[in-house]
């Protein structure tokens, strides 16, 4: 006689057991990423054409010194670069010198440089002298509207009530942005809307938006003609750039330190508009940029080269594979229990599912943002986001599974006499598995898709290229992002159809 | 429901009967200690049912539900066998009580790789009742094992069946409303109305000196021939 040669809890152990794995197998990945010994220097960048060129201007310098440097490009914006330098996430970054007064040391008056200086002290931080251009911010709208309506001085906007003003979202909401310049200026405008600044220009191109805040060294300034209105009133403060790094750099990288000293005063304004044209009207990538700049400035022979497209896909697709691949597992591993849980105490489960749901409800970038404080920037934030991201559908799954079977095969086991913990492994879970499978590949999904995301605090993955696709207006490298990310959510998809045969007890099919 | 002092014979098969709401499945229930009583103790031989005592006492009952109660997920011989391997038996110890078992009901041997679903109803309720007889216990109980099934097929389970009682020699309890079959198996019959025992007895006690004016008429509306 045959006997059932794969009985039902060893399918069952052998999901788990493959989501394990997957667990096991990424996590060196994970853990290589906190070794702390030997640490290169990590130069950051925000999220803009600027501050990527510089970040890699600063990167190539301290590589000429022969220091190991890394660069951790486009991590959104001032608070999440400040604070991944505050934690020693990052060793440096240029930041301006209004940005600091304004919105850092907003709730401190900072008279002159000596003040700025010793607030920067307190937090362990050293500023070089400025890089030689001051990127004020300025509103901006295209040169024929302006003229039609005689828009010469922000004073005039009080006239137009009914333009559409769109300014990227940190504007709206930093010290020296929107609110003190609507109150400065008494503006009136109602329609005010946030949206990111590399879109800003296309949507003033097409007349979505008539008013938008520029950064006086944007090289699109030129390119789509805007007529830059006078601050009359002298609301906006000066921005010098300035190279910001960590007291302790100068015990770890004294050389990599004087290396950056060699920026000061390197920087004239022409020169940062020109660069900023090469790189957001000719698309030149940032870090030829920075070798041209260095084999120009000082003689310093520095890679040109950027990734191939290939192995460029290939690590994106690592990163983006190990984001998911931990998340996930870790969601498996405990959404599970808690699912079940969940399915056999109704008032356990109305707190877990409450708890799950209302993490789910977190808008995802929100949630991202939220681990900053917790865990830093990189990785591991990312990590945390996408697993309690993936939790709610596991959870429910299991429970709504485990509820789901018919009550007189509970009572047959019972009556059998098995044992809680037999009736679960034998019975119940085998019974649940295709709502849980469903429950998983609905998180694997979903996880994929947010993991995109991820690259705004620095964890790569698909969303890098997608991130710089946008900032850099290229639809090629766009689609080297979203392209593989749709292509591994359908992958997901597929791969957990094909696990739900090969799990599903065949009398379940 | 309140029942007094209730006890089933061994070796012999009661038959407890009613009405749907009467109680006969809450008794038995409450015997295999699916549900615990609100006052009162029940004993399982010597040893008293309680929470901490069924889990071992069920390794001693059969228990037989009306549907059969397989797990779709199993085959057959997976069902029959589960609570064997569970324990720990040996596999051939798991394999020849099988064998027994698929010889004592005539069940088809090809039948034991199927699904619960590629079943008949009969072959289902064999399967179910050599699922409650692998650890060959003490007390087999079942309630309306027969009635998810069409006459015909119910007519000949039922013989097989009592040829199956008399082999085992066991105590049997079950559980059924209709009378003919109570008749046919019963060595004892219990009728319950309202959660309470109205008369114990064989047949013949019922019909012949009925305890009240109930018990006649429950007889009567099922109009089996005396």
Avoid: C
């Avoid at chain 1, 600091?100 to 070089?128: C, W, Y």
């Avoid at chain 1, 400035?297 to 994106?316: F, K, M, N, V």
């Amino acid at each position: 006689m045959k006997r059932p040669t794969r009985s039902a809890r060893g399918r069952f152990a052998g999901i788990v057991g493959a989501v394990l794995v997957v667990a096991l197998s990424a996590a060196p990945v994970a853990a290589q990423e906190g070794a702390a010994e030997a640490r290169p220097v990590v130069v950051g960048s925000k999220k803009f054409t600027e501050s990527v060129v510089l970040g890699e201007i600063a990167t190539a310098l301290a590589r000429s010194t022969g220091a190991e440097a890394t660069h951790r490009r486009d991590l959104g914006g001032t608070r999440i670069v400040w604070n991944a330098l505050i934690r020693g996430e990052i060793d440096a970054y240029v930041e301006y010198t209004g940005t600091l007064r304004q919105e850092i040391f907003a709730d401190r008056e900072l008279s002159g440089p000596a003040d700025l200086i010793g607030a920067l002290d307190e937090n362990g931080i050293v500023a070089g002298a400025p890089l030689g251009f001051n990127n004020t911010y300025a509103l901006g709208l295209r040169r024929d509207r302006a003229a039609e309506l005689g828009i010469h001085r922000i004073s005039d906007l009080r006239e137009h009530p009914d333009l559409v003003l769109g300014f990227t979202n940190e504007f709206l909401d930093r010290g020296d942005g929107w609110p003190s310049l609507r109150d400065a200026y008494s503006l009136p405008h109602q329609d005010v809307r946030g949206l990111d600044h590399d879109l800003a220009y296309r949507g003033l191109e097409s007349g979505a938006i008539d008013v938008m805040d520029l950064y006086s060294t944007d090289a699109e300034i030129r390119y789509y003609d805007l007529a830059v209105l006078e601050d009359d009133r002298g609301h906006f403060p000066a921005y010098h750039a300035l190279l910001l790094w960590r007291a302790d750099l100068g015990e770890r990288a004294p050389d990599v330190v004087s290396a950056f000293r060699r920026l000061e005063g390197a920087l004239p304004e022409s020169v940062m508009v020109g660069l900023n044209a090469r790189a957001k009207l000719d698309k030149v990538p940032e870090r030829r940029l920075a070798a041209d700049f260095l084999g120009t400035q000082y003689g310093i022979q520095a890679p040109r080269g950027r990734l191939t497209r290939d192995s460029e896909i290939a690590r994106r697709t690592r990163e983006h594979l190990m984001l998911v691949g931990v998340s996930l597992s870790a969601a498996v591993l405990v959404a599970i229990p808690l699912g079940i849980v969940a399915g056999k105490h109704a008032r356990w489960g109305h707190v877990i599912l409450g708890v799950t749901g209302v993490i789910q409800t977190v808008p995802s970038l929100a949630l991202l943002v939220i681990m900053i404080p917790l865990l830093g920037i990189g990785t591991r934030p990312a990590i945390m986001a996408l697993f309690l991201y993936s939790l709610l559908p596991i959870v429910r799954n299991t429970s709504a599974g485990l509820r789901g079977i018919a009550p007189e095969l509970i009572e047959s086991a019972r009556a059998l006499g098995l044992s809680r913990g037999a009736r679960l492994g034998l019975i119940e879970l085998p019974l649940a598995t295709r709502s849980i499978l469903a429950g998983i590949k609905t998180s694997a999904v979903i996880n994929v898709g947010t993991a995109t995301l991820g690259a705004l605090i620095g964890a790569g993955g698909y969303g890098q290229p997608i991130l710089t696709g946008i900032r850099l207006d290229d639809m090629g490298l766009i689609l080297q992002g979203a392209l593989p990310a749709a292509a591994l959510a359908l992958m997901a998809q597929g791969l957990f159809e094909a696990a739900e045969r090969w799990a599903l007890p065949r009398g379940l099919r | 429901m309140r029942v007094d002092r209730f006890t089933a014979r061994r070796q012999q098969t009661l038959v407890l009967i009613g009405a749907s709401g009467s109680g006969k499945s809450t008794l038995l229930r409450l015997m295999v200690g699916l549900i615990t009583p609100d006052t009162g103790t029940l004993h399982f031989g010597k040893d008293p049912i309680t929470p901490a005592t069924i889990q071992a006492l069920r390794r001693r009952m059969g228990y037989v539900i009306q549907e059969g109660g397989l797990f779709p997920h199993l085959t057959a011989a997976a069902n029959i066998t589960l609570m064997a391997r569970h324990v720990g038996w040996p596999p051939a110890k798991v394999e020849d009580r099988l064998r027994e078992l698929v010889a004592l009901t005539e069940f088809p041997p090809d039948g034991l790789d199927r699904l619960p679903r590629e079943l008949s109803g009969g072959q289902r309720q064999r399967v179910s009742l050599m699922r409650a007889l692998m650890l060959d216990p003490d007390v087999l109980f079942l309630d309306e094992p027969l009635g998810a099934l069409d006459p015909m097929i119910r007519a000949t389970l039922q013989e097989e069946l009592r040829t199956i009682f008399r082999v085992l020699n066991k105590t049997v309890v079950m559980v059924t409303h209709d009378l003919g079959e109570a008749r046919y198996f019963a060595d004892e019959i219990v009728l319950l109305h309202e959660g309470r025992i109205v008369q114990r007895g064989t047949f013949e006690d019922l019909a012949g000196s009925p305890a009240t004016p109930y018990v006649t008429q429950f007889l009567q509306a099922q109009a089996v021939p005396a």
